[in-house]
């Protein structure tokens, strides 16, 4: 098993940048792909982007792209979330987990506890 705890969050304004951080717990962290999800209030949980397990292969979604890169550390056994060009529209629970197939969103599940990013105009 692998638990997770996310940190990191805060308030920037728009056009800032802010790194996320995921720190994990377990024997079977390198093992496997991770993941970052937001949820804003109100709305659904979605998709922010996956790297595999080798730290080779990444995923994103398409609100994010060229703008976010996840990046990992299997030694340390954290995931971190780089975000910059931030926009309002990014304000959300920020949320890591563990998943199966990189480029599978629903294959991930596990989630941390979630660190608040809010995102001013």
């Known amino acids: 098993q692998v638990q997770l705890v996310e940190s990191g969050g805060g308030l920037v304004q728009a056009g800032g940048s802010l790194r996320l951080s995921c720190a994990a717990s377990?024997?079977?962290?390198?093992?496997?792909?991770m993941g970052w999800f937001r949820q804003a209030p109100g709305k659904e949980r979605e998709f922010v982007g996956a790297?595999?397990?080798?730290?080779?292969?990444?995923y994103y979604s398409d609100s994010v792209k060229g703008r976010f890169t996840i990046s990992r550390d299997n030694a340390k056994k954290i995931v971190y979330l780089q975000m910059n060009s931030l926009k309002p529209e990014d304000t959300a629970v920020y949320y890591c987990?563990?998943?199966?197939?990189?480029?599978?969103?629903?294959?991930?599940?596990?989630w941390g506890q979630g660190t608040q990013v809010t995102v001013s105009s």
């Open positions: 987990a563990v998943g199966r197939v990189y480029s599978n969103p629903s294959s991930f599940g596990s």
């Open positions: 377990g024997r079977t962290f390198s093992s496997y792909p």
């Open positions: 790297i595999g397990w080798s730290g080779v292969t990444t």
